[in-house]
């Protein structure tokens, strides 16, 4: 008997790159949506991409560097 219903199941760990958006982050993640935006806001989280008003995502590339030591990381400035 197939249950279709359940979806596939999740992955673990995050791929090394590509972009994702906060509620495909926020399993991964120990933080509250707000705090992460506070620590963005302070250059301590990777910093958003804007793809358009309501469409914002992160690079997993950031977000593995990020989660590997996140005392130490700091967002890089772009010129």
């Known amino acids: ?3 279709q ?7 673990k760990t995050l791929p ?5 958006r906060w509620n495909q982050l926020k399993p991964h993640l120990p ?5 992460f935006r506070q620590l963005v806001k302070l250059g301590r989280a990777p910093q958003p991409i804007k793809f358009s008003e ?8 950031e ?3 990020f989660i590997a030591d996140p ?3 700091r967002a890089e400035v772009s010129k």
Request: aromatic share 12%; net charge positive; glycine share 2%.
């Open 5 to 11: 219903s359940n979806p596939a199941p999740q992955s």
């Open 16 to 20: 090394a790159e590509g972009m994702w």
């Open 71 to 73: 005392l130490n990381y």
């Open 63 to 65: 977000i593995n560097r």
């Open 54 to 61: 309501r469409c914002t995502a992160y690079s997993l590339a």
């Open 1 to 3: 008997m197939s249950n």
């Open 31 to 35: 933080f509250s949506r707000e705090k």
